[in-house]
């Protein structure tokens, strides 16, 4: 079926009912298999067993960025190809982004917690992460301010690609930013080559939250969509009481 | 005081429902505190040094800025029309807003303000200190803004207004709450300024509701 | 209980909108306020309300026990209603909030007074959703659930439709024989029984 067919929101709600708990099963698979075979896996001989936070940590910096650009897809969907369930899409993405965003973050403090001796010192990685956290938190903002989502939507998808545009400055700002502080120092949560016994374990992982990811985002748009149901309903039967 | 209450409960509502701009608060204030490194440059140890600094300025600025739809919003819908013809005195009026308002703007303040320290390099003994100046200083900044937003309550871009007419005001509670946490850092207790501290904001929390039912009376047509 | 004004006079913009207005209600007596828009017909209710200081003159009311402001009900085309709280919970703050001393007497259950106006089923929904009639007769609601002697109406019926301009003549006629005095500004014939009237216009009131 083409995908305008799934415009109609019936018919995402009948899809969302089994692809839901299809790929939560999925998920729930790769992300065990991932961080067992991440457990298993050897330690680094430098962190020690906290690199294994890394299986966790990656992924979700991964998707905190593919949020943002689902996001700014849903955000082209609203405004210039005008599909319908496009504003639901970004709102679910902005949400569901946002929370792996920060979770990337408080990964990140604890990993650096041990290995480097404090929570947080400002690395141009997390920083950039932590700004896509403060652009997150913008979208979600501007979604809760107005009353009709119509209207919210196609604020929010404005605001979204404004920001997605100026994402690559920001990640140039700040890497320029922290070379000039601190010399140019290979940000230490990067890592050039990465042994395959790690890789794999890696990729099981990221692939099961990136499954995760799109189980969550359908869920949310579930909702939104019931959520708009009941805000129609409750407008036609105040309409109703006027006749 | 069952019409305190219902007023207290009535702008908690409409603050945390969807258009009241109840997280925004929040969101100013972490964006404050992560533009200060990259003005100064992700130095630690000069962070460290102006980290309470910087906690006090953003919540100082956070509160401030969220004040003036206090009074605006009633006035434009008619609501405080409806407020002046009850039997409650409008400085117990002005003190139930405002203390609606802390609660969902001030308080979320407070309880991000750990994590943020941590980000600015406070050392973690000293974090509570630096939540508890502000759990004491931000009910004095918004009960003090309270007369700002009574001021500028009809004015059509109040806002910004307000905000300046306070700022001088809140600097004893900037200064007592910054040089308590700095103490509490050096690992000294809670001492004469935190007293200081506490002291200038209870003054404010009675100067504030009067002087904004003051200009609520005189200043509105 | 008796509303009196003496040598009322207001002034706003500059301009001088009525002088030494004076006028008595008696219980159960009505006043209609007529003019041309802007000649002064709100200003003088906000002044009986205690909402605007006169230029000159005073407003008292004899036997009333109460102040004056606590003893209007205000109702005018801005009416108080938060879009983000329900029906219910809209008309409990006004209960809440101008009831006290009339609780149990006389008063009417917040549903029930809901009901009279046409919106017992919309209690739970929030009131965005009405429409501008709607939420007129919302704030009308509170003149039953928390009675008070003096009814200041402000164009009471302009968002109204025959139904429920029909309610509130008869909400206004239940409320006089029961010794209360309202006070309507209309530009409007409305057909109160018995009427007395001022017309403000050109800064003069007959």
């Known amino acids: 079926m083409p995908l305008i067919d799934y415009a109609n ?29 991440g457990w298993a896996a050897p330690a680094d001989y430098q962190q020690g067993q906290m690199v294994k936070v890394m299986y966790i940590h990656v992924p979700f910096a991964w998707l905190a ?4 650009t689902v996001m700014a897809i849903s955000a082209l969907g609203t405004l210039v190809w005008r599909h319908p369930l496009a504003d639901v899409s970004g709102k679910a993405a902005a949400q569901v982004g946002a929370v792996f965003c ?10 650096g917690r041990p290995t480097w001796g404090t929570y947080w010192d400002w690395d141009p990685r997390l920083t950039s992460v932590l ?26 998808a404005i605001l979204a690609l404004v920001g997605f545009i100026n994402v690559p400055i920001v990640k140039f700002s700040v890497d320029w930013w922290n070379s000039i502080h ?61 006749r | 005081m069952s019409a305190l209450i219902a007023i207290v409960l009535r702008d908690l509502r409409v603050a945390l429902r969807a258009g009241g701009g109840a997280g925004v608060g929040v969101i100013f204030f972490l964006s404050l505190v992560v533009i200060v490194p990259f003005a100064v440059g992700p130095d630690m140890p000069l962070l460290k040094r102006i980290g309470p600094a910087m906690l006090w300025i953003g919540a100082l600025l956070a509160t401030l800025l969220g004040l003036d739809r206090v009074f605006a919003a009633d006035h434009e819908d008619g609501s405080l029309d409806q407020l002046l013809m009850s039997s409650v005195p409008l400085e117990l009026i002005a003190a139930a807003k405002g203390f609606a308002h802390w609660l969902a703007s001030g308080l979320p303040l407070v309880i991000v303000t750990p994590l943020l320290g941590l ?74 300024p935190f007293r200081f501290l506490c002291a200038i904001s209870l003054f404010f929390l009675v100067l504030g509701p009067i002087a904004a039912a003051a200009a609520l009376r005189h200043v509105r047509e | ?44 209710l906000r002044i009986i309300a205690g909402l605007l200081s006169p230029a000159g003159g005073r407003v008292a009311l004899e036997d009333g026990g109460l102040p ?71 704030a009308l609601s509170k003149l039953l659930a928390a009675p008070r002697p003096i009814w200041l109406l402000d164009e009471p019926t302009a968002a109204l439709d025959v139904t429920g301009k029909e309610v509130l003549l008869g909400m206004i006629g239940e409320h006089r024989a029961r010794g209360g005095m309202v006070v309507v500004a209309t530009h409007l014939d409305l057909e109160l029984e018995d009427a007395r009237e001022i017309f403000i216009s050109n800064g003069r009131a007959v």
Not at chain 1, 133 to 138: D, N, V
Not at chain 3, 97 to 116: E, F, H, I, N
């Open chain 1, 131 to 156: 700004v896509l956290f403060l652009l997150y938190l913008g979208v979600l903002a501007l979604w809760r301010a107005f009353d009709d989502p119509l209207r919210a939507g196609r604020a929010a």
């Open chain 1, 182 to 242: 601190q010399g140019p120092s290979v940000s230490r949560l990067g890592a050039p080559t990465i042994d395959p016994s790690m890789l794999y374990p890696l990729l099981l992982s990221a692939g099961g939250f990136f499954v995760l990811f799109a189980v969550l985002h359908m869920a949310l748009m579930r909702n939104e969509l019931l959520r708009r149901r009941a805000r129609t309903l409750r407008i036609l039967q105040a309409a109703e009481a006027e």
């Open chain 3, 68 to 138: 004056l402001n606590e003893s209007c009900h205000f109702v005018s085309h801005y009416d108080g209603v938060k879009g983000a709280l329900t029906v219910m919970e809209n008309l409990s703050f006004f209960c809440a909030l101008l009831g006290g001393a009339t609780d149990g007497k006389r008063s009417v259950a917040p549903a029930a007074a809901l009901s009279r106006l046409g919106l017992g089923a919309l209690g739970e929904l929030p009131a965005y959703v009405l429409s501008a009639g709607q939420k007129r007769r919302l």
């Open chain 3, 1 to 44: 209980m008796r509303l009196r004004t003496e040598q009322l006079s207001c002034v706003r913009g500059g301009r001088s909108l009525f002088r030494d207005l004076s006028f008595e209600l008696a219980a159960g007596e009505a006043l209609a306020v007529t003019g041309p828009n802007g000649a002064g017909k709100t200003s003088l």
């Open chain 2, 119 to 192: 980000m600015l390099g406070v050392e973690p003994h000293a974090l509570a200190t630096v939540a508890l100046t502000l759990l004491v200083g931000t009910p004095g900044v918004t009960f003090l803004g309270l007369a700002a937003a009574g001021l500028s309550a009809s004015l059509p871009r109040g806002g910004l207004l307000g905000a300046v007419l306070v700022l001088p005001l809140a600097i004893p509670l900037l200064i007592f709450g910054v040089v308590t946490t700095n103490a509490a850092i050096l690992g000294e207790g809670l001492g004469s």
């Open chain 1, 65 to 68: 960025l593919g949020g943002y």
């Open chain 1, 9 to 37: 929101p019936h018919r995402f709600q009948r899809l969302a009912a089994w692809l839901i708990p299809l790929l939560g099963v999925v998920a729930g698979t790769l992300i065990v298999l991932g961080l067992a075979t």
């Open chain 1, 102 to 111: 920060f979770l990337c973050l408080v990964t990140g403090a604890l990993w």
